[in-house]
């Protein structure tokens, strides 16, 4: 195709400006005041970025930010956090979807802009793969990532490539979303990620690295491209765009400030990234007053996630009526949100939703978001089953037990994770507890005594399997445990799998996952203390197991 698309270098700029430069050339590209354009970006200061539909609150650890004068923007692009040291390039395209040289499908598109980037780097000696859905890699570890939005008839299709990381900086400037990677099955960032300097020995120049992939670019497209620079139209709406790009507004968004006594929240984690839900209901009412749906996922067009809280609002909380409603805001928008459904939204809002049913297990409302439901038969109760029967009458019929779970001729397993214990403790690896007073364990051993359950110290993940599958083979109807929301998260899918019904609650305080020791507790070596909610426990406790027995079978109905 003989074609020639301007490259665009606009070297290194701020946060501000360069997502600022991003809606400039988008909309000026929708509009026909932009040729078709390969833009090369580096960023300085060095800048943290949270994708479109993100929290910067739940995703940058802002004071570290702050302190090391790193920049905090938004993307107009989806997809999870990201931060860029001096070094990465920044590559884009900015062209009409009705290109022909443009692929219809989004995975087609992605696999070709992917395929472009790939051709260039191997010109560098670097063994790069495409790896669907959107990542590049080097031997298994990621070196670019990549994601896009639209803007009526055009589109921007960006990624960066690693040139000579810092990890070091970038995990203590984001809030590594560790649930996201055991579906990678890696151990650990560092594992996961490699950069030009690693592979390489040495770091190439910025003028070899954008010469590389110009060459790749032009041989998958089959376009040449020459150097060009913003033009009249393009300068004076970037001029335009700056305060809105530089407004805490935009920065940290207005869609975050949910009144937390109210709050009902869930986390899903599936193909297509993790979906954060945030809703605000009139209980007496039931009806949605406000809903927040943050997570690390593309959506095409980047607005109908906005649109979708929109419809949502003083909507009948009902789980029919926010599968119907979610469905026509998609189909009316032709959403495209590669990796997740309608479905998976509906069940991230519904599972939020039925959060306010577990003060039924004695949390007090503003609790309810440190408890989770796992095993595949308690996961039902978050969706239509809790419309007309409550959760105390539904675990009665799951667990079919004929006494109260604390009559229960098998003591009922109480899992603790060995983190809570002290760190100099001489059972900190060991099942036991000395009763010394000293930390949580011991009060939750009492706890044991006197609700006839049987305390299980958890070292680490395959432990924590292997105790659940012989317990559902040996005939434990229910198990109650303590873990961070994070671990629930990354294992929920294993909990379905294993299928022995469980409580879990929420930890009091700073976890492996916060503290980005998930390595170390995963091989049980964790050397920091974790804090228990023993008064919930308690209250928690003393209500499930009462569960059980004719006498309940009636208690409760809504």
């Known amino acids: 195709?003989?074609?020639?698309?301007?490259?665009?270098?606009?070297?290194?700029?701020?946060?501000?400006?360069?997502?600022?430069?991003?809606?400039?050339?988008?909309?000026?590209?929708?509009?026909?005041?932009?040729?078709?354009?390969?833009?090369?970006?580096?960023?300085?200061?060095?800048?943290?970025?949270?994708?479109?539909?993100?929290?910067?609150?739940?995703?940058?650890?802002?004071?570290?930010?702050?302190a090391q004068g790193i920049d905090i923007n938004r993307r107009i692009t989806g997809g999870g956090g990201l931060y860029w040291d001096e070094s990465a390039i920044g590559w884009e395209i900015f062209a009409p979807k009705d290109h022909p040289a443009v692929p219809p499908t989004l995975d087609e598109l992605y696999a070709k802009m992917c395929e472009s980037v790939v051709c260039g780097l191997r010109k560098l000696g670097v063994n790069a793969a495409y790896r669907p859905r959107n990542d590049i890699e080097v031997d298994g570890r990621k070196i670019s990532g990549t994601g896009g939005t639209e803007f009526d008839n055009a589109f921007l299709y960006q990624g960066s490539v690693l040139v000579d990381f810092d990890v070091e900086?970038?995990?203590?400037?984001?809030?590594?979303?560790?649930?996201?990677?055991k579906n990678k099955e890696i151990q650990s960032v560092k594992e996961r990620v490699t950069c030009l300097n690693w592979v390489l020995g040495f770091t190439p120049s910025a003028d070899a690295i954008k010469a590389a992939l110009v060459q790749g670019f032009s041989e998958v497209f089959g376009f040449s491209f020459r150097t060009g620079t913003l033009n009249t139209a393009e300068q004076e709406l970037f001029g335009e765009l700056l305060p809105k790009f530089k407004s805490p507004e935009w920065i940290f968004g207005v869609r975050n400030k949910q009144d937390r006594r109210r709050e009902l929240r869930s986390l899903l984690k599936a193909e297509g990234g993790i979906i954060r839900t945030s809703l605000v209901v009139d209980i007496i009412s039931r009806r949605i007053k406000s809903a927040l749906i943050t997570g690390d996922f593309f959506a095409y067009p980047g607005r109908v996630i906005l649109d979708l809280e929109a419809r949502l609002k003083d909507l009948p909380a009902y789980p029919k009526i926010i599968r119907e409603t979610i469905e026509e805001c998609f189909t009316a928008a032709n959403a495209r949100i590669p990796g997740l459904t309608a479905?998976?939204?509906?069940?991230?809002?519904?599972?939020?939703?039925?959060?306010?049913?577990?003060?039924?297990?004695?949390?007090?409302?503003?609790?309810?978001?440190?408890?989770?439901?796992?095993?595949?038969?308690?996961?039902?109760?978050?969706?239509?089953?809790?419309?007309?029967?409550?959760?105390?009458?539904?675990?009665?019929?799951?667990?079919?037990?004929?006494?109260?779970?604390?009559?229960?001729?098998?003591?009922?397993?109480?899992?603790?994770?060995?983190?809570?214990?002290?760190?100099?403790?001489?059972?900190?690896?060991?099942?036991?507890?000395?009763?010394?007073?000293?930390?949580?364990?011991?009060?939750?051993?009492?706890?044991?005594?006197?609700?006839?359950?049987?305390?299980?110290?958890?070292?680490?993940?395959?432990?924590?399997?292997?105790?659940?599958?012989?317990?559902?083979?040996?005939?434990?109807?229910?198990?109650?445990?303590?873990?961070?929301?994070?671990?629930?998260?990354?294992?929920?899918?294993?909990?379905?799998?294993?299928?022995?019904?469980?409580?879990?609650?929420?930890?009091?305080?700073?976890t492996c996952y916060d503290l980005g020791k998930e390595d170390a507790a995963h091989q049980g070596i964790f050397e920091n203390q974790t804090k228990l909610k023993i008064d919930l426990l308690q209250r928690v406790i003393e209500k499930v197991t009462a569960i059980g027995g004719e006498e309940n079978e009636t208690q409760g109905k809504l």
């Not at 290194?12 to 988008?26: F, I, Q, S, V």
């Not at 599972?351 to 503003?366: D, I, V, W």
């Not at 009665?396 to 214990?421: Q, T, V």
Request: hydrophobic share 35%; net charge negative; glycine share 6%.
């Open 343 to 510: 479905d998976h939204f509906a069940q991230a809002i519904i599972e939020a939703l039925n959060k306010s049913k577990l003060t039924e297990l004695g949390a007090y409302p503003e609790e309810v978001n440190t408890l989770f439901l796992v095993g595949n038969k308690l996961h039902q109760l978050t969706d239509e089953s809790l419309t007309n029967h409550s959760v105390r009458e539904t675990f009665n019929r799951i667990i079919s037990s004929e006494k109260p779970l604390k009559e229960h001729p098998k003591r009922l397993p109480f899992l603790l994770p060995y983190c809570a214990k002290l760190p100099e403790c001489e059972f900190r690896y060991t099942e036991g507890c000395g009763r010394c007073g000293r930390c949580d364990i011991g009060k939750a051993y009492e706890l044991a005594d006197a609700f006839n359950l049987e305390p299980i110290s958890i070292q680490n993940y395959e432990m924590l399997e292997d105790i659940l599958k012989n317990l559902k083979e040996q005939g434990f109807p229910a198990f109650i445990g303590t873990c961070c929301e994070a671990f629930m998260a990354k294992y929920r899918d294993d909990f379905e799998r294993i299928g022995l019904q469980g409580i879990l609650i929420d930890v009091d305080s700073s």
């Open 1 to 66: 195709m003989n074609e020639t698309w301007r490259l665009l270098d606009t070297g290194h700029r701020t946060g501000l400006e360069n997502m600022a430069l991003d809606e400039t050339l988008l909309i000026a590209r929708s509009r026909g005041l932009s040729p078709n354009t390969l833009r090369f970006l580096q960023f300085r200061p060095h800048c943290a970025l949270v994708g479109f539909h993100q929290s910067v609150n739940q995703e940058i650890r802002e004071e570290y930010c702050q």
């Open 169 to 181: 900086t970038m995990l203590r400037a984001l809030r590594i979303p560790i649930e996201k990677l």
